[in-house]
């Protein structure tokens, strides 16, 4: 396909991507209740794990037998799924799912302060990327609402700062997640979620010893099986798909369309007040989103650009 045509696909792909990890705050929401966040986050690991393991095995790949392969995929797994999981769930033990979406918003200006200090990322993050950025928190507060904003100053401030935390680890994952770009992604997404499932099992078991919880209700289970499913062991393939295409900030980006897709699911399934401000949010989201991850030709180019750009 054309150098456009392929960039358009991605940004599909992106937007598929920002509505299923949008819908895993509304699933948390549901799931939490009646059963604890490590517990929670150690059942979504390993089911996504055993699944990436089977779908990387059925399409002939082979995991990594080198001992440095899997500690790289451990530092991924921490980052990228058993600590912003966690840090979410107990987030949205205290504050709203619409809140933790919109503080969920912020990889994009975590990659751009950690790229700043680099001397390459001085040089090629463009003002293009800045506005794109500014346009997408724009899109977030808008789509939030002016009503929403006295409950950012009234929520637990540790279940802020944790749900922040989790952006922390969502800009350093795909940065981290760039040296297995020589790995197919399936195999990345295996070994990555393989190692979370190590770190979050034996941390439900000293921490939340869950066989002695009250079984969880039907409505929870299902959530845990969407979000292991669909949020973690498909959503993580098409993840880390976008790593090689899109670059580290242009997967980032996404985190705004998945706030303004947390809002619309939380309208729908949780009775959230719907405003005409998440529409023109949205738009902005959108907008934000392009102006970071379409590549525009260079004034003096003579023909289309023909690959996504990498950041």
């Known amino acids: 396909m054309s150098g456009r045509t392929a960039v358009a696909f991605e940004i599909g792909l992106l937007l598929l991507l920002s509505l299923i990890w949008g819908s895993s705050f509304t699933l948390i929401k549901v799931a939490i209740p009646t059963i604890p966040p490590f517990t929670m986050v150690a059942a979504r690991v390993t089911i996504a794990a055993i699944l990436l393991v089977l779908i990387a095995l059925a399409q002939g790949h082979d995991l990594p037998r080198w001992g440095s392969a899997w500690a790289a995929f451990l530092v991924q797994g921490l980052l990228q799924s058993a600590l912003p999981f966690t ?12 809140l933790a979406g919109v503080l969920n918003a912020t990889p994009p200006m975590f990659v751009l302060a ?40 009234t929520a637990a401030p540790l279940a802020q700062i ?53 079984p969880p209700s039907a409505e929870a289970i299902a959530a845990v099986t969407a979000l292991a499913v669909i949020c973690t062991a498909f959503a993580m393939v098409i993840y880390f798909r976008l790593i090689h295409t899109l670059g580290p900030l242009g997967t980032t980006s996404g985190s705004y369309l998945r706030a303004g897709f947390a809002v619309a699911l939380g ?44 950041n």
């Open 162 to 214: 944790a749900v922040l935390g989790a952006s922390l680890c969502y800009a350093l994952a795909p940065i981290w997640g760039q040296r297995f770009l020589a790995l197919p992604a399936i195999v990345t997404a295996a070994g990555a979620m393989s190692c979370a499932a190590l770190l979050m099992v034996p941390a439900a078991a000293v921490l939340e010893q869950p066989w002695t919880l009250v």
């Open 114 to 153: 950690i790229a700043m200090m680099t001397g390459r990322g001085r040089q090629t993050i463009s003002g293009r990327k800045l506005i794109g950025v500014a346009l997408g928190l724009a899109g977030v507060a808008v789509t939030m609402g002016i009503d929403a904003l006295p409950g950012i100053g």
């Open 267 to 310: 309208t729908a399934w949780l009775g959230e007040r719907f405003t005409w401000s998440s529409l023109a949010g949205m738009a902005l989201i959108l907008v934000g989103v392009v102006a970071v991850t379409v590549p525009w030709p260079a004034p003096n180019a003579k023909g289309p650009t023909s690959a996504p750009c990498r």
């Open 87 to 98: 840090l979410i769930g107990w987030g949205e033990m205290h504050i709203s799912s619409g």
